[in-house]
């Protein structure tokens, strides 16, 4: 595959949800190394699109000293993953991919974050279009960005939460929240060849995830999206 997609949603914060390891980062970054809470990752190119991979970073327990996060250790949350709605129509793919994952360390007792993404990319010309919407809980942050076959990235999204490290787990993650829409990306760059980028792209307008806003209505089929604002959910 020449492209992968990369949805990840990260604690801002050193620690949050009442003393559980953040994400160490305020904002986005393209590097695989990054850690997140939840990831998301879909490989494709113009004639195809392949299944999606879903991992965690892993979580400590910080609150409470050195001893007993070294024996509580760092389990990885189980995420949960699906895409569909796949249409492969040249010279353009969608589809719709979606990861949901918890706080292992409170199994059974914790939300799980719901990330959906509505991705398509058309090939015009010498350059690719990436356009897309991101819907489900609007804590923590949500970034999404593509990479090319030498790793150079595209970042599309950059959502940030308006929840708060503690309070923000606790009320803004019960349910899916497939119909709230985070908010919408669009992006033109230029090919250097058939599956590499010309530059790199690592700065997007950042979009507020509040879950005060209103909650527009979302409509999409076949890679067209319509909709507006933004909000949100851990």
Known sequence: MSFVLIFRRYAPFNEFGFGFEGDHRSGPSVSMTATARTIGIVAFDSGSIDNIEASSSGTQFTGAGDYVRRLLGKPKSHVKSSISKKVISKPWI?????????????????????????????WIGTGVTFQGVVRGDDFPNAEVFVLDWKGIGCLLFDGRTTGGRNTGPMTRLAGAHESQMLGRFYCTIPLAGPSTFRHAKVGCPVTTMDSAKSRPAWEGGAGAFSGGGASGNW
């Open 94 to 122: 969608s589809f719709t991919a979606s990861t949901a994952g918890a706080n292992p360390m409170m199994r059974g007792a914790a939300p799980d974050i719901d990330t959906l993404v509505d991705f398509r990319a058309e």
